[in-house]
């Protein structure tokens, strides 16, 4: 049984906890733009190089999309690009959606996610073509690797939430699919649970999980 206690502040992830990806499409996607050893670059748990300055705001939406170019000897548009790069995403699930809903009823929701410029706002108009409504719709506070310069598994970011919510870390549960960056919570003293693809999180409704 999964129990947690002394919770009042839930931490989800975004991509792979939330929103369903799909890598193999992003790759190939990006391989049928030229971009031939784009893997070494893209992991389903993080990304490496200059795809990680982009998670962690170091460069910019130019420079990130000049650096594509520079690996391949095609003439590439920015929307082919953001195209390619966006098929990493596909949708939010509408049962996690009414789950995000009851739970903040009891709880201070935030979200805490790598992601970029491109990303995260792609992200929002998915949900927002579904539901009528934002990410911040669902969230007390949204924390953006990009926009916060830090990413997961680093203990900063994790340090900074807990101080930027002023709340001690054993009151609060987070919810990711990358292990490091569970165990790394853990290191803290944040109650964690490592979510694997596609799960449909019903478990957080039951009275039992929070007794």
């Known amino acids: 049984m999964k129990n947690f ?4 502040t839930l931490i989800f992830d975004l991509g792979g906890v939330l929103i369903n990806l799909d890598l ?21 748990f993080g990304q490496s190089g200059f795809f990680m300055q982009f998670e962690k705001g170091d460069i910019s939406a ?11 000897p095609n003439l590439l548009t920015d929307a082919q690009i953001d195209k390619a790069w ?18 903040r009823k009891k709880f201070r929701l935030v979200l805490l996610s790598n992601t970029n410029i491109i990303h995260f706002p792609n992200s929002d108009e998915i949900l927002f073509t ?15 690797s ?6 997961k598994p680093d203990k900063e970011i994790f340090e900074n939430i807990l101080s930027s919510e002023n709340v001690q870390a054993n009151e609060c549960l987070f919810l990711d699919d990358g292990l490091k960056n569970i165990e790394q919570a853990q290191e803290l003293g944040i ?14 409704l039951n009275t039992e999980t929070w007794e």
């Not at 966006?86 to 739970?103: G, M, N, R, T």
């Not at 109650?191 to 957080?204: A, G, I, K, P, W």
């Open 5 to 8: 206690k002394n919770v009042n």
């Open 24 to 44: 193999n499409q992003c790759i190939l996607n990006f391989k049928q733009l030229g971009l031939e050893n784009v893997e070494q670059y893209l992991g389903k």
């Open 62 to 72: 130019i420079k990130f999309r000049n650096e594509i170019r520079k690996l391949t």
């Open 86 to 103: 966006c098929s990493f995403l596909l949708d939010i699930p509408a049962e996690k959606l009414h789950i995000l809903a009851e739970l």
């Open 130 to 144: 579904k539901t009528g409504k934002r990410l911040t719709d669902y969230f007390d506070k949204c924390y953006l």
């Open 146 to 151: 990009y926009e916060m310069k830090m990413v």
């Open 191 to 204: 109650q964690t649970y490592l979510v694997s693809e596609r799960e449909d999180l019903s478990f957080l």
